[in-house]
């Protein structure tokens, strides 16, 4: 139970890292000096940016531990790169699409929402492509050394 406590702990830490680092980011590039720590459109929902942020902070944690604990599925032993690639994809799809919807991170209709699932599907499988690469040249590697 420690164990999931200190995990829980470092995804929810992770997930809000990276999401303020980001909204630093995005801010720069798009915020003409002013930080904002999602969309306009997100920022609207809200009658203070403080409620804004704190409603940030709760979807990145939670992010955070999507990704945090379905990257256990690569532990699997018994499974192939493309079983444990495909489950990771449905699962964090699964559970980030909604946090990420209401993020505002594209505008709720059915095109921005395609062309989320799209660019998703596009950046993981070139993540996958490199991840099997990768592996590929290593398992040549270690054959080499076993001849």
């Given amino acids: 139970m420690k164990k999931i406590i200190h995990e829980l702990i470092a995804a929810l830490t992770i997930g809000i890292t990276i999401g303020v680092i980001l909204s630093v980011v995005f801010s720069g590039i798009f915020g003409q000096g002013v930080y904002a720590p999602s969309t306009p459109r997100f920022m609207a929902q809200f009658k203070t940016s403080l409620g804004a942020m704190i409603a940030s902070i709760v979807l990145w944690a939670l992010m955070g531990v999507v990704f945090y604990f379905t990257a256990k599925i690569f532990k699997q032993e018994k499974w192939g790169l493309l079983k444990m690639s495909l489950t990771h994809y449905l699962v964090t799809l699964f559970f980030f699409f909604p946090l990420a919807y209401l993020a505002g991170w594209f505008p709720h209709d059915l095109k ?25 040249i290593e398992v040549k590697r270690i054959n080499q050394k076993v001849k």
Wanted: charged share 0%; proline share 0%.
């Fill in 112 to 136: 921005a929402s395609t062309v989320f699932l799209v660019t998703y599907t596009c950046i993981y499988l070139a993540i996958y492509l490199i991840n099997f690469i990768s592996a590929w």
